[in-house]
């Protein structure tokens, strides 16, 4: 299946070649997946024979027609490094390639953020000197159409690299790296400022009921002729202008502003729905990986269409398996704590509304999520704790893809039952007990049929919490931690927080 995909995507853009090609992301230093397929491909002449050699396994192709060949193997087993072999009228060699567990980072500006930007990045560094852990960083590249092929490099993980690597997908892999005791491969492809729809095929999105309405601005835009002398030069002008306010801030001792945003043409920009799946994910569909662990929202959460975010979550989980062949295991971050601390029993919002989604998107099976509160900064949407992050996203991998003993998540509501004037809300991943993190149970609100929230009362119950209040004799729904920064308190055994939640399905305005 994953061969009759390579090939298909084959046909899309590449034109016969002189020589045998080998895409970016099979290269040196490269790991590939244990005891699952190995699919291996890349480009020839149409007709020529290519022989493809790891290790000691070696495999036959022939290019078809649009010059496209492949071949997958399986079985392979973590050992020494290998080289990779292939010829044809010419005979290339990947070296160094190791044999362990490969995932997908992905997502916005949290995912892309690297190492030198996280908490401790000194001390991190000086134990960086890791050669068994690899990340291959996709280059920025949004494009119109779906491409074959992407830039980028794999690099071996040290104390002169690690600067540059993901944060989020780092931490993730190293204690996936310490644990199973195998190399481990992380594909880094990530862009700041991006919404969900632009990583997102367009034959997935254009399924979703919100799809026009998404698409109705940048149908507006494109429809406008774009001015590419015009656009430079006001590019120029704005970039002038904002290094001599840098500068004057600088001297006046401010903080640095960000920089303008560049002026694109719309058929190109990277918040384009589809553009980033063309550019950034369709060149590493088909190679073999264990699973995905995806970082972003923030900017949905801030758009215009929030509450859509679950639906176009299950949208893209979906298509990306359809693309890959196999239910590949899905973890995401949900949101951390942002803005200014909660005030008001239920505070409706963006960032609220994404939460809700990612938490309705865990039923698809074998999706999972990192529950990060007390991991963000109220003033920073991009939260230098990255340790913690990756650690969350661990501890659900090790349970629930390696069936390693330990926590998979925080509490996730399970059910809820009404008695009387009391509301018993029924908990998962309570290991080790339910427990309140300051000894006493805040963050609970409740409502009745007016739906307006106070301040509620709440008692653990083994593997239940019972929320009520004296104001609201006839309950109807519970909220916990309902705000951008809530308050929060309930947490299981290992110390890990329970999610946000709501039982009511009311709108979210």
């Known amino acids: 299946?994953?061969?009759?995909?390579?090939?298909?995507?084959?046909?899309?853009?590449?034109?016969?070649?002189?020589?045998?090609?080998?895409?970016?992301?099979?290269?040196?230093?490269?790991?590939?997946?244990?005891s699952a397929a190995v699919p291996i491909w890349g480009w020839a002449d149409?007709?020529?024979?290519?022989?493809?050699?790891?290790?000691?396994?070696?495999?036959?192709?022939?290019?078809?027609?649009?010059?496209?060949?492949?071949?997958?193997?399986?079985g392979l087993e973590s050992g020494e490094p290998r080289t990779l072999t292939v010829?044809?009228?010419?005979?290339?060699?990947?070296?160094?390639?190791?044999?362990?567990?490969?995932?997908?980072?992905?997502?916005?500006?949290?995912?892309?953020?690297?190492m030198n930007r996280a908490n401790d990045f000194e001390k991190e560094k000086a134990a960086a000197d890791l050669p068994q852990i690899r990340m291959f960083t996709v280059n920025r590249n949004p494009q119109p159409e779906?491409?074959?092929?992407?830039?980028?490099?794999?690099?071996?993980?040290?104390?002169?690299?690690?600067?540059?690597?993901?944060?989020?997908?780092f931490f993730f892999g190293r204690e996936l790296h310490t644990t199973l005791k195998v190399p481990v491969g992380l594909i880094n492809s990530s862009y700041g400022g991006t919404p969900i729809e632009a990583w997102t095929s367009q034959r997935a999105s254009e399924k979703l009921e919100e799809y026009p309405t998404i698409m109705a601005s940048w149908r507006e835009a494109e429809a406008v002729p774009f001015d590419a002398a015009s656009a430079q030069t006001r590019n120029e002008e704005a970039l002038a202008k904002y290094k001599e306010q840098a500068a004057a801030d600088k001297a006046a001792g401010k903080p640095a502003k960000r920089a303008p945003e560049k002026i694109v043409d719309p058929r190109l920009h990277w918040r384009h729905p589809a553009n980033l799946f063309n550019g950034m994910i369709a060149p590493v569909v088909g190679y073999g990986i264990r699973g995905v662990?995806?970082?972003?929202?923030?900017s949905n959460a801030s758009g215009k269409f929030p509450a859509a975010y679950g639906h176009q979550l299950v949208a893209l989980v979906q298509d990306w398996r359809r693309?890959?062949?196999?239910?590949?295991?899905?973890?995401?971050?949900?949101?951390?704590?942002?803005?200014?601390?909660?005030?008001?029993?239920?505070?409706?919002?963006?960032?609220?509304?994404?939460?809700?989604?990612?938490?309705?998107?865990?039923?698809?099976?074998?999706?999972?999520?990192?529950?990060?509160?007390?991991?963000?900064?109220?003033?920073?949407?991009?939260?230098?704790?990255?340790?913690?992050?990756?650690?969350r996203l661990a501890l659900w991998a090790l349970s629930q893809v390696y069936a390693k003993e330990g926590p998979a998540s925080g509490p996730i509501v399970a059910d809820h039952a009404i008695n009387g004037s009391e509301v018993a809300v029924v908990f998962q991943h309570t290991d080790g007990g339910l427990k309140a993190k300051d000894g006493e149970l805040k963050g609970f609100a409740i409502a009745g049929a007016d739906r307006k929230f106070v301040w509620a009362k709440a008692r653990i119950d083994g593997d239940q919490v019972i929320v009520s209040s004296p104001e609201v004799t006839a309950p109807v729904a519970v909220r916990y931690a309902w705000a951008d920064n809530p308050v929060w308190t309930l947490q299981n055994g290992a110390g890990l927080p329970a999610a946000p939640f709501r039982t009511d399905d009311w709108p979210l305005e």
């Open 1 to 34: 299946m994953k061969a009759a995909l390579i090939l298909s995507l084959g046909v899309l853009s590449l034109t016969a070649q002189a020589k045998v090609k080998l895409p970016a992301i099979i290269s040196d230093h490269m790991v590939v997946q244990a």
């Open 46 to 74: 149409p007709g020529e024979a290519v022989s493809v050699s790891l290790g000691e396994h070696t495999m036959k192709a022939t290019a078809d027609a649009s010059g496209s060949w492949a071949v997958v193997f399986a």
């Open 87 to 114: 010829a044809g009228t010419n005979t290339l060699q990947v070296s160094d390639v190791l044999v362990g567990e490969v995932w997908l980072g992905s997502g916005q500006s949290n995912m892309a953020m690297t």
């Open 146 to 169: 779906p491409q074959v092929d992407c830039g980028g490099r794999w690099v071996v993980c040290s104390q002169g690299t690690i600067a540059g690597f993901s944060a989020a997908a």
């Open 293 to 298: 662990v995806w970082y972003q929202g923030e």
């Open 323 to 391: 693309r890959w062949g196999t239910e590949l295991p899905f973890a995401w971050v949900q949101l951390p704590d942002f803005h200014a601390p909660q005030k008001e029993p239920s505070e409706n919002t963006g960032w609220n509304a994404v939460r809700d989604g990612m938490q309705k998107t865990l039923s698809l099976p074998r999706t999972g999520m990192a529950i990060t509160l007390g991991c963000g900064e109220a003033g920073d949407v991009h939260p230098k704790n990255k340790q913690a992050v990756g650690h």
